[in-house]
């Protein structure tokens, strides 16, 4: 075993030049596309919870405005804010209530306005959460629908008259009884959710609501916001007749409600009506539930939207088992091989519906939770695709460890709780779940220092801060030159500075390994090795290529252990790229 060590000046000189190099050679090499959408790093922000400046302890738009040079520090040049509309918050902002106003714990328009026009001028670009697969029970639109079967507003929802029967079983997201259709005694008639109760479906089949939608996205990109992220869009089109469905089928969900058979004249005649008539970029949430239909609502030439947002990635996690490599490996292999020359994907594994990125793929406990999360992140800035980064993850945020349903804030775990409590469930395996997987442990109040409520809020915080927060914040970590945050600024930049990470052809190597993910990255001339072990012990891997190492780009430790037979042994989550000489 010998050590590698490179001088880092020798490193920064190599970074400069080869940039350069790649920057002049990048033209007309790569088959895709170049895009600014492709090029940047998303940052993800819950605004409830980021930072809140008028003491009623929710997060809001001006306690983001104060923190963009913090954002725009990190390197990102998107950001991505969960919904910010006038909601009764049944879901945190999913349940919208007014489209064109600002829901009023986060401020008002000018606030926005303020907000749209700070991050501009940092030259970062504004992502529009738009929730249209449904509204709030309390928007106009809804309680007019509901007013009367001949209200001119009835056929903006879903509805089913009583007389015709019960309706078919549907399943729901969120409904403590798991159904998706409410009977409304008002009108003698069944109207269908399938998230909460308060979240009404509405008629995408009706053009009068296809047309309110795309007024609401033009008076959003009038403004001047630069992306829209489509919520649950997958979801917009559905057979009317509202058919039994096979037992069972909801585990299966996406098959069943993804896709339907009109979600693609929707989507063009959305891109003809407003996206192709701006500089913005549009992301569903969703990719249905296979590689062809992902391509289908991406490709360039379907001219629909641009960027695919898959969940086979995120969703490798959702039992106290965890995952196993070898399937991530096959997930991100599959998907980066099928987008290598068309269409374009989103790279994640977290955000606001799930739990902690380091709790659930990487390991918090404090021997290892900075080398993972540095790993993780190395990860997740150095595939193919855009990298969305969900606020804390920079900084290693965790799961906040709630033990009693009282703590819990999601309707999500409020309803499954209910459901699980009148199934009869194992309630002690239940609670055990929902602490690890629970969707307000990603959601806790953003740890800025280690003052009262971690510098979030000088009010009573809306949900926990985590009780971590003295010793995980960006405060200290701002001060350690070896923190997970001044290592994920490098990483960003290390990304920005190389074409190769982001369109470059990603090979993988040592499939078969079971601790070390490890792929080369290629653009043109220029060749990066990405090494990651994720395990918490010392893992060798024998990669031939690594014989040809010219220098160590980045790296979560001090040394790398390798020798002149190609064999690499990394400590636990150590993670390194390096280049490669030609
Ligand atoms: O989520 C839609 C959705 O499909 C999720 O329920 C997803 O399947 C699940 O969380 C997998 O982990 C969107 C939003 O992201 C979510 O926050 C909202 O609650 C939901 O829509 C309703 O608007």
Same mark, same amino acid.
């Given at each position: 075993?010998?050590?590698?060590?490179?001088?880092?000046?020798?490193?920064?000189?190599?970074?400069?030049?080869?940039?350069?190099?790649?920057?002049?050679?990048?033209?007309?090499?790569?088959?895709?596309?170049?895009?600014?959408?492709?090029?940047?790093?998303?940052?993800?922000?819950?605004?409830?919870?980021?930072?809140?400046?008028?003491?009623?302890?929710?997060?809001?738009?001006?306690?983001?405005?104060?923190?963009?040079?913090?954002?725009?520090?990190?390197?990102?040049?998107?950001?991505?804010?969960?919904?910010?509309?006038?909601?009764?918050?049944?879901?945190?902002?999913?349940?919208?209530?007014?489209?064109?106003?600002?829901?009023?714990?986060?401020?008002?328009?000018?606030?926005?306005?303020?907000?749209?026009?700070?991050?501009?001028?940092?030259?970062?670009?504004?992502?529009?959460?738009?929730?249209?697969?449904?509204?709030?029970?309390?928007?106009?639109?809804?309680?007019?629908?509901?007013?009367?079967?001949?209200?001119?507003?009835?056929?903006?929802?879903?509805?089913?008259?009583?007389?015709?029967?019960?309706?078919?079983?549907?399943?729901?997201?969120?409904?403590?009884?798991?159904?998706?259709?409410?009977?409304?005694?008002?009108?003698?008639?069944?109207?269908?959710?399938?998230?909460?109760?308060?979240?009404?479906?509405?008629?995408?089949?009706?053009?009068?609501?296809?047309?309110?939608?795309?007024?609401?996205?033009?008076?959003?990109?009038?403004?001047?916001?630069?992306?829209?992220?489509?919520?649950?869009?997958?979801?917009?089109?559905?057979?009317?007749?509202?058919?039994?469905?096979?037992?069972?089928?909801?585990?299966?969900?996406?098959?069943?409600?993804?896709?339907?058979?009109?979600?693609?004249?929707?989507?063009?005649?959305?891109?003809?009506?407003?996206?192709?008539?701006?500089?913005?970029?549009?992301?569903?949430?969703?990719?249905?539930?296979?590689?062809?239909?992902?391509?289908?609502?991406?490709?360039?030439?379907?001219?629909?939207?641009?960027?695919?947002?898959?969940?086979?990635?995120?969703?490798?996690?959702?039992?106290?088992?965890?995952?196993?490599?070898?399937?991530?490996?096959?997930?991100?292999?599959?998907?980066?091989?099928?987008?290598?020359?068309?269409?374009?994907?989103?790279?994640?594994?977290?955000?606001?519906?799930?739990?902690?990125?380091?709790?659930?793929?990487?390991?918090?406990?404090?021997?290892?939770?900075?080398?993972?999360?540095?790993?993780?992140?190395?990860?997740?800035?150095?595939?193919?695709?855009?990298?969305?980064?969900?606020?804390?993850?920079?900084?290693?945020?965790?799961?906040?460890?709630?033990?009693?349903? *009282? #703590?819990? +804030? @999601?309707?999500?775990? $409020?309803?499954? !709780?209910? /459901?699980?409590?009148? %199934?009869?469930?194992?309630?002690?395996?239940?609670?055990?779940?929902?602490?690890?997987?629970?969707?307000?442990?990603?959601?806790?109040?953003?740890?800025?220092?280690?003052?009262?409520?971690?510098?979030?809020?000088?009010?009573?915080?809306?949900?926990?801060?985590?009780?971590?927060?003295?010793?995980?914040?960006?405060? *200290? #970590?701002? +001060? @350690?030159?070896?923190? $997970?945050?001044? !290592?994920? /600024?490098?990483?960003? %930049?290390?990304?920005?500075?190389?074409?190769?990470?982001?369109?470059?052809?990603?090979?993988?190597?040592?499939?078969?390994?079971?601790?070390?993910?490890?792929?080369?990255?290629?653009?043109?001339?220029?060749?990066?090795?990405?090494?990651?072990?994720?395990?918490?012990?010392?893992?060798?891997?024998?990669?031939?290529? *690594?014989?040809?190492?010219?220098?160590?780009? $980045?790296?979560? !430790?001090?040394?790398?252990?390798?020798?002149?037979?190609?064999?690499?042994?990394?400590?636990?989550?150590?993670?390194?790229?390096?280049?490669?000489?030609?």
């Amino acid at each position: 075993m010998k050590t590698l060590l490179l001088p880092i000046l020798l490193l920064v000189t190599m970074c400069a030049c080869t940039n350069k190099k790649s920057q002049m050679q990048d033209k007309n090499t790569s088959e895709i596309t170049r895009e600014w959408w492709k090029e940047g790093v998303v940052y993800q922000i819950y605004p409830r919870s980021f930072k809140d400046s008028d003491g009623d302890g929710i997060g809001d738009l001006k306690g983001i405005i104060e923190k963009l040079d913090y954002i725009k520090s990190l390197g990102v040049n998107m950001i991505w804010l969960n919904p910010i509309y006038a909601s009764p918050n049944d879901d945190n902002g999913y349940d919208i209530s007014n489209y064109r106003a600002i829901m009023k714990e986060f401020g008002t328009m000018e606030d926005f306005d303020a907000l749209l026009k700070a991050m501009h001028n940092r030259n970062m670009k504004f992502v529009m959460d738009v929730v249209v697969n449904h509204s709030s029970d309390e928007h106009e639109w809804f309680k007019q629908s509901r007013s009367s079967r001949d209200n001119p507003y009835r056929d903006y929802y879903h509805w089913w008259p009583a007389e015709k029967g019960k309706p078919p079983y549907h399943w729901s997201f969120f409904d403590e009884k798991g159904e998706a259709w409410k009977y409304d005694s008002l009108t003698n008639s069944y109207y269908l959710h399938y998230f909460s109760q308060k979240q009404p479906d509405l008629n995408w089949e009706n053009p009068k609501v296809r047309q309110e939608v795309y007024n609401i996205m033009k008076f959003w990109a009038e403004k001047g916001v630069d992306g829209f992220r489509l919520d649950a869009f997958q979801f917009v089109s559905k057979d009317t007749t509202f058919p039994k469905l096979p037992e069972g089928y909801e585990k299966n969900i996406i098959k069943y409600y993804g896709m339907g058979p009109n979600l693609h004249s929707y989507l063009r005649e959305m891109n003809d009506e407003v996206l192709s008539k701006y500089d913005v970029f549009a992301v569903s949430e969703g990719a249905g539930s296979t590689l062809e239909e992902a391509h289908n609502l991406v490709d360039a030439d379907r001219n629909e939207l641009q960027m695919a947002y898959h969940f086979e990635g995120v969703d490798l996690v959702n039992s106290l088992e965890g995952y196993k490599l070898s399937k991530l490996k096959e997930v991100f292999t599959k998907w980066d091989k099928s987008f290598s020359k068309k269409g374009w994907i989103s790279i994640f594994l977290s955000n606001h519906d799930v739990a902690r990125l380091v709790s659930r793929f990487g390991n918090d406990s404090p021997e290892f939770r900075a080398v993972s999360s540095k790993m993780l992140n190395t990860f997740l800035l150095s595939m193919r695709g855009t990298p969305y980064i969900y606020y804390g993850d920079e900084i290693g945020m965790t799961n906040i460890d709630f033990d009693s349903i *009282s #703590q819990y +804030k @999601d309707i999500a775990a $409020i309803n499954g !709780y209910k /459901k699980a409590l009148s %199934e009869g469930q194992d309630m002690a395996l239940f609670m055990k779940k929902l602490n690890f997987l629970s969707r307000d442990n990603g959601r806790t109040p953003m740890q800025w220092n280690d003052s009262v409520n971690a510098g979030f809020s000088a009010g009573k915080p809306w949900l926990p801060v985590n009780k971590n927060y003295k010793t995980i914040n960006v405060a *200290s #970590q701002e +001060k @350690d030159s070896n923190s $997970i945050l001044n !290592y994920f /600024k490098k990483m960003v %930049e290390l990304r920005k500075n190389n074409k190769v990470l982001i369109y470059g052809d990603y090979e993988l190597l040592g499939a078969e390994n079971p601790n070390i993910y490890a792929y080369t990255r290629t653009l043109d001339d220029k060749k990066m090795l990405v090494v990651l072990n994720f395990t918490d012990h010392d893992s060798s891997i024998d990669l031939p290529e *690594s014989k040809n190492l010219e220098a160590i780009l $980045i790296n979560n !430790y001090k040394d790398l252990n390798n020798d002149e037979n190609g064999n690499l042994t990394l400590k636990p989550y150590q993670a390194v790229i390096c280049l490669l000489k030609n």
